[in-house]
DNA sequence: CCAATGCTTCGACCGCGGTCGTAGTATCGC
DNA sequence: GCGATACTACGACCGCGGTCGAAGCATTGG
């Protein structure tokens, strides 16, 4: 009975939260929810045995997506019969200030400009993103080459993957994670176009305006 | 929270008897939904409130319907995230022998035949059917007189309506009632065309090879 | 290695809502 | 008019499922 999923308040708020296309926390519905971690733990459960939520688990946190733009609509469709019986929804806002814009997840770029650039690349067929995987094609690797100096044969590890999706914080798609982006990062502070910020416990990623131009002409947006 | 009334199997049943687009009686959702006739007004009474189905009086049987084409696109949407989960549901099927071809309803014509003909005289411009309501036209007016030797003028009634949509039992659609509808099925049997059936309970009427010809040529399906 | 964080599992509580019995209203057939 | 049928209204029961507390597991960071 995937309606009466759907019915129960608290899961109904999660996935309203979640029709943004984003994915969120466990603890982020939590908190959407209005209930006790226990509580909305076991409403996630179902949801995802029900096959309306996707679980993509990253470190000790574990993000939520509706599983399918399918669901997305159906949603939207029961919001648009709430409408007309007289009920109505609210939305909530986004969040923090402008290490939105560019920050380290762990040792790669994340952030608004870390998603660009695994967007971009794909789109250029440097990389051929297939769900969750990941691979260089041998284009890529020519452009890592000529335009950055990095070689991908030293790129090799024995425990960790070149390429991995990797789920970002603050724009809740992918960007590039692995040996490869940890490597693009590291070069970026080489070739002094972007550095961590200096305050201690700070994420942010400071790009330089001859930075931010570079690696725009490389990743920027093309339409 | 439209989706909790959907969530609940009982009412879960009778929206899915619901989708077929066909209005069914209280008592036959009631059979559907596999509870007391209490429990399924109650159920109905909470899907009316929600703006799921309408309802429509006719005598001492109360027909529901979905409210509206969304709703059952909705409902779809839903079935068909749970088909993708494992669920699913089976069908009813029909029900009756040859009395769903043509009967009486009180004293109109109801059936396949009576419903073709509303639909014909309403796309031939005779009559001007607006939701519950239905007005003969001039045109209408004129066809009657030539074509059946029916006047209007004749049919007024201090207490009932000329033209009135009734709700066909084994169509589950609309069709004429109100005294337009008796002086149809009257002028029928005069003409010969059809007459009701010899065995004492029965509503059937029988169409003769004539008269359903001639009562094809007025109110027969054009593409 | 230890403490902290993020989340899940288990178990118990409890209230909402579905259920039905009884009773009441409306309509039809006679 | 009468009884029968179709449905609704009220009230009480009770079980399912949402809820949270306590405890457990996994991961991170030091």
Redesign the pocket.
């Known amino acids: 009975m995937i309606a009466?999923?759907v019915?129960?308040?608290?899961?109904s708020n999660m996935l309203t939260a979640l029709m943004t296309g984003r994915a969120l926390?466990?603890?982020?519905l939590?908190h959407q929810?209005?209930?006790?971690?226990?509580?909305?733990?076991?409403?996630?459960?179902?949801l995802e045995a029900g096959g309306l939520v996707e679980?993509e688990?990253q470190?000790?946190?574990?993000?939520y997506r509706l599983s399918d733009p399918d669901v997305a609509s159906v949603l939207e469709g029961l919001e648009g019969l709430a409408a007309r019986a007289g009920h109505m929804r609210v939305r909530t806002g986004p969040k923090d200030p402008a290490l939105r814009h560019a920050r380290v997840c762990?040792d790669h770029l994340a952030g608004d400009l870390g998603v660009q650039m695994l967007d971009s690349m794909t789109k250029q067929r440097l990389l051929r993103q297939r769900k969750q995987d990941i691979e260089l094609t041998a284009e890529g690797e020519r452009f890592l080459t000529d335009a950055l100096q990095i070689s991908a044969d030293a790129l090799s590890h024995p425990r960790r993957p070149l390429c991995r999706a990797c789920l970002d914080w603050s724009e809740r798609r992918h960007h590039l994670a692995g040996t490869l982006g940890a490597a693009l990062l590291n070069r970026f502070t080489e070739l002094k176009w972007a550095a961590r910020d200096a305050t201690p416990g700070s994420r942010v990623v400071n790009f330089t305006r001859h930075g931010e131009k570079r690696f725009a002409a490389l990743f920027g947006e093309r339409e």
Chains 1, 2 share one sequence.
Not at 25 to 28: L, N, P, R, V, Y
Not at 33 to 46: C, I, N, W
Not at 59 to 63: F, K, L, N, Q
């Open positions: 009466a999923l019915g129960d308040p608290a899961r926390t466990a603890s982020e939590t929810a209005g209930v006790t971690p226990q509580t909305a733990s076991s409403h996630l459960s179902k679980q688990k470190g000790r946190h574990r993000y762990y």
